[in-house]
């Protein structure tokens, strides 16, 4: 591969990138990084273009210029499954997950990056793979149990309180074992107390190598949360640095306060 950096920290990068739908520049030349083991923010105005580099990284859009590497690996043209078995993982800004079915069930499809023959089995209930489907019942269970959701293992996972759902989604998402989660607008409709709750969580992952990506809003919290934060605008990077020197940048402030006149 030619131009390969070398790489001494493990770690998800973002070079150069573009996307551009029709005429309209969605995001335009990103440099980023996102280190395993820390929590890096991704802030601006709606329609700045936050989504559209999560879309991305998975491979859901294809890059119109630029390159993405995790580690020394290059994701660019990758395709989505490929992206996903390389160690990445996401949430949705609005939660994806399948109401009628249970939380554990949830949680198990998440197992399906590495297992995805015996879990399709499981779910299907064929008796060759009742073994393999109480071990990762079991699996899936110590998961809801990191999440402190265990009591709603059998319950539907649309009967679930928001909070609630968004804790068996970001199980979903680290029974798949990522090396980087992204994650959009993980507290978005939450209060202080339930956003915390989440962030300890957030910790805990990161405390265990995995590197957290995380687009939010709420100021307090990406502050609270984030080692680096980047900042974004009509598609463009205007600032990066930590949280406290980024959300003092003028061209930051300028940005929001922009975002909400426009709003009137
Ligand atoms: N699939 C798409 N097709 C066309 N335009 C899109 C698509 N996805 C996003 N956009 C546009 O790209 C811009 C950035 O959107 P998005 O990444 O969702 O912003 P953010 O998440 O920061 O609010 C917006 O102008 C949006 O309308
Ligand atoms: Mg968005």
Sequence with gaps: MPNRKEVTVSELRLDAVSKSFGGLHAVSNIDLVAPQG?????????????????????GTLR??????????????????????????????????????ASVLDNVIIGFHRHERSSVVAGLLGLPSSLRETRALRQRGMEI??????????????GSLAYGHQRRVEMARAVAAQPRILLLDEPVAGMNDVEADELGDLYEELAASG?????????????TRMCTRIYAMASGKMIAAGPPGEVLKDPNVIAAYLGDRYAKG
């Design 38 to 58: 820390s929590i890096t923010g991704l802030i601006g105005p709606n329609g700045a273009g936050k989504t559209t580099i999560i879309n991305l990284i998975t």
């Design 63 to 100: 890059i119109s210029s630029g390159r993405v590497f995790l580690d020394d690996v290059e994701l660019t043209t990758a395709e989505p499954d490929v992206i996903a078995r390389r160690g990445v993982s996401r949430t949705f800004q609005n939660i994806r997950l399948l109401p009628e």
């Design 144 to 157: 809801l149990k990191r999440f402190r959701i265990e009591r709603f293992a059998d319950a539907a996972a």
């Design 210 to 222: 995995i590197g957290l990506l995380m687009i939010e809003h709420n100021v307090r919290f990406v």
